[in-house]
C-alpha cells in the first residue's frame, strides 16, 4: 500500500528545502551585504520597519507558540486528506479543489467553484459558483482572525491560545472553544458545508454530517491504518474522531508556514534581499501610499500584513451567472460581508484586510476576485472612486459566468473607509517601485507552484481519482 502514496518523502525534500533556506538565510544575517555599510536608503528603511514593529522572524515563533514541533507525520496524513475526495459527500470536492497548490493553496478562480465541478483545477474548472474567492491558506497559521468577513476568531487575538475561546457562527458558537488552535478548529467546518463539498442529497445537520464522514474514514482501511500511525487510540481499535481531522488538516496548514521574504530577510541584516526599487517601494508602502495602515505588521498582525479588521474599500461587486449560494441585496447580486455576521447596517460591504504575504501567487484579487491583475488590485486603492466607477468584469478578462448583472456600486462608495477617501498620487516610477515590492518583497520562494506541486499526492487512501491541478 505504502507504494501507492508516498508518505512523507515528497514532504521531506520539501523541509530539507525549507531548512537549507533558513541556514542561508542564517549565515546571510551576519553579513551585512553592504561593505561601505548600510547605504541611507537601508538605515531609513530599517528605522521604518522598527517603528511598524516589524522583525522578519514571525517564521521562527511557530513552534515555540505551538510548544511542540511540527508533527510530519500527522501533518502527511493531514496532506493526504487534503487532496482526497472522500471527506467530501458529494464526491468530487475536496480541501485542495478550491484550497490549490497551483496557487498557494488559494483558489484558480475568481469566485470558488464547489460541488458540481469537472475535477479539474485551475484556469479550465467550471461549475456553479460559491459567493467568494478562496483565501490562501499559507501562512494562516497566523490570523487571529479566519474568512473575508472575519466571521471565525480566536477571543484572546492570538490563534495559538484558546483561553478566552474561539467563536464560530451559531450553529457552532464557542463549542470548538477546547480545540488547540484556530485552524483545528476551523477544520470542523468545511466538511459541512454543502455547497463546497457536502452536496444537497445527505439528509441531517452538521453532526450528522460530521458522523457520515467519519464513517467513511473508519471504514478506510488505509485511512485507519494511517490515523494508527498518530493516535494511539485508534492503533489499539478505537474510532478516528473528528478531533482527530482536525488536528492533522491543521499540522499540515502550520506546515505550509513560507513567511521568509526578502523583507524579513532585510529586516534581519541582510542588506541585498531587496533591491533598491523594493526598497524604494517597501518606503511608499510604509509610507506615502498608506498601505501599512492596514495593511499593518504589528502585534497581534503577527506581521502577515493586516489588521484583521473589516474596511470598505469599494471593490465592485460582480456577480455569478450561476451560483449555488444565496445573494444579498434586492437584486442578489450583493455580499455585505461584515453584516451578515453583526447584523449591523454600518458593517454592510466590510471585508477583512487581505494578509499580503505571497500575494504574487494568486490569480485574481478581492473577496470576489474582481480584479485579475495585481497592478489594477493596488491602482484601485490610489483612486477608489475613480477605479470603481470605470470598472467593467470585461477589462479584467473575468470569465464569462462571472458577468451577472452587477450589483449596484453607488451604496458601497458611500460607505468608503476614511482613510482611502482622498486619491494619492504617485509617479510612474514610484508606482512601479510598490508593485516591486509587493510583488517580489513579499514572496517567500519555497511557496511558488513548483516547489508545492510536490505536494500533489499520485494517489489517494481512498483510492477515489485525483483531482487534475493544472501547474503552470
Ligand atoms: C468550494 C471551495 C472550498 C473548499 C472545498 C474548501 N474551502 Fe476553505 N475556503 C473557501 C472560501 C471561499 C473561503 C472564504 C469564505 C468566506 O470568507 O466566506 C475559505 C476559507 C478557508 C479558511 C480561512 C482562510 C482565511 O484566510 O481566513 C481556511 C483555514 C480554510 N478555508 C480551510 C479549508 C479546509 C481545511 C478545507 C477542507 C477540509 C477547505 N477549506 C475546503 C473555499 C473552499
Ligand atoms: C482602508 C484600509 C486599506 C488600505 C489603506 C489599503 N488596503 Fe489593501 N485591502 C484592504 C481590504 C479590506 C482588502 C480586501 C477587500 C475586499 O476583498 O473586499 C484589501 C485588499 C488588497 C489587495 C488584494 C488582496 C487579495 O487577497 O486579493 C491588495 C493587493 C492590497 N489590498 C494592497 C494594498 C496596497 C498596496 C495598499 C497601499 C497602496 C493598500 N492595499 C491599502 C484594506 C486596505
Not at 478566552?164 to 472553544?177: I, K, R, T, V, Y
Not at 499540515?252 to 532585510?266: G, H, K, M, S, Y
Amino acid at each position: 500500500m505504502s507504494k501507492r502514496y508516498t508518505i512523507g518523502r515528497d514532504l521531506l525534500i520539501i523541509l530539507a528545502a525549507s531548512a537549507l533556506l533558513a541556514l542561508t538565510s542564517t549565515a546571510f544575517a551576519q553579513d551585512r551585504g553592504n561593505p561601505q555599510g548600510d547605504t541611507p536608503l537601508d538605515q531609513q528603511l530599517e528605522a521604518v520597519l522598527l517603528d511598524a514593529g516589524f522583525t522578519g522572524r514571525i517564521e521562527s515563533t511557530l513552534e515555540s507558540r505551538l510548544g511542540r514541533h511540527v508533527d510530519h507525520q500527522l501533518a502527511d496524513l493531514g496532506r493526504l486528506l487534503w487532496f482526497d475526495t472522500l471527506t467530501g459527500l458529494n464526491d468530487d470536492n475536496t480541501c485542495g479543489g478550491c484550497h490549490s497548490p497551483t496557487n498557494g493553496f488559494g483558489d484558480t478562480q475568481s469566485i470558488a467553484i464547489g460541488i458540481e465541478n469537472n475535477g479539474v483545477v485551475g484556469p479550465n474548472r467550471t461549475g456553479p459558483r460559491n459567493m467568494r474567492r478562496t483565501p490562501m491558506i499559507i501562512n494562516s497559521a497566523f490570523y487571529p482572525r479566519l474568512m473575508w468577513n472575519s466571521r471565525f476568531l480566536s477571543l484572546s487575538g492570538d490563534p495559538f491560545d484558546n483561553g478566552a475561546g474561539l467563536q464560530f457562527p451559531a450553529p457552532e458558537g464557542l463549542s470548538l472553544s477546547s480545540q488547540p488552535h484556530l485552524l483545528t478548529a476551523q477544520a470542523f467546518i468545511p466538511p459541512t458545508e454543502r455547497t463546497e463539498v457536502a452536496g444537497f442529497a445527505f439528509p441531517g445537520d452538521n453532526d450528522a454530517i460530521r458522523a457520515e464522514v467519519l464513517n467513511r474514514l473508519n471504514g478506510s482501511p488505509a485511512y485507519r491504518r494511517l490515523f494508527g500511525k498518530s493516535f494511539r487510540e485508534v492503533k489499539d481499535g478505537g474510532p478516528i474522531t473528528f478531533d482527530m481531522f482536525g488536528q492533522a488538516i491543521a499540522e499540515f496548514e502550520f506546515e505550509l508556514t513560507f513567511a521568509n521574504a526578502p523583507i524579513d530577510r532585510f529586516a534581519r541584516g541582510n542588506r541585498n534581499a531587496l533591491s533598491d526599487d523594493e526598497k524604494r517601494g517597501a518606503l511608499l508602502f510604509f509610507g506615502a501610499a498608506r498601505c501599512v495602515q492596514c495593511h499593518s505588521v504589528a502585534g497581534q498582525s503577527n506581521e502577515m500584513f493586516s489588521d484583521f479588521q473589516d474596511h470598505v474599500i469599494g471593490v465592485p461587486q460582480i456577480a455569478p451567472l450561476i451560483t449555488n449560494n444565496t445573494f444579498d441585496g434586492p437584486g442578489m447580486n450583493e455580499d455585505f460581508g461584515r453584516e451578515q455576521i453583526s447584523g449591523d447596517s454600518a458593517d454592510r460591504y466590510k471585508f477583512r484586510t487581505s494578509p499580503l504575504r505571497n500575494i504574487a501567487l494568486q490569480p485574481t484579487f478581492m473577496h470576489n476576485g474582481a480584479f485579475t491583475s495585481l497592478d489594477d488590485a493596488v491602482r484601485h486603492h490610489l483612486n477608489v472612486v475613480e477605479s470603481a466607477l470605470t470598472y467593467s468584469p470585461a477589462s479584467q478578462h473575468l470569465a464569462a459566468d462571472l458577468s451577472g448583472p452587477q450589483g449596484p456600486i453607488a451604496p458601497v462608495l458611500a460607505r468608503l473607509d476614511p482613510i482611502l477617501a482622498a486619491p494619492v498620487t504617485l509617479s510612474d516610477m514610484e508606482f512601479a517601485q510598490l508593485m516591486a515590492f509587493v510583488r517580489n518583497g513579499l514572496l517567500d520562494p519555497r511557496a511558488r507552484p513548483e516547489i508545492l506541486r510536490r505536494l500533489v499526492p499520485r494517489a489517494v487512501p481512498s483510492g477515489n481519482p485525483v483531482l487534475v491541478f493544472e501547474f503552470p
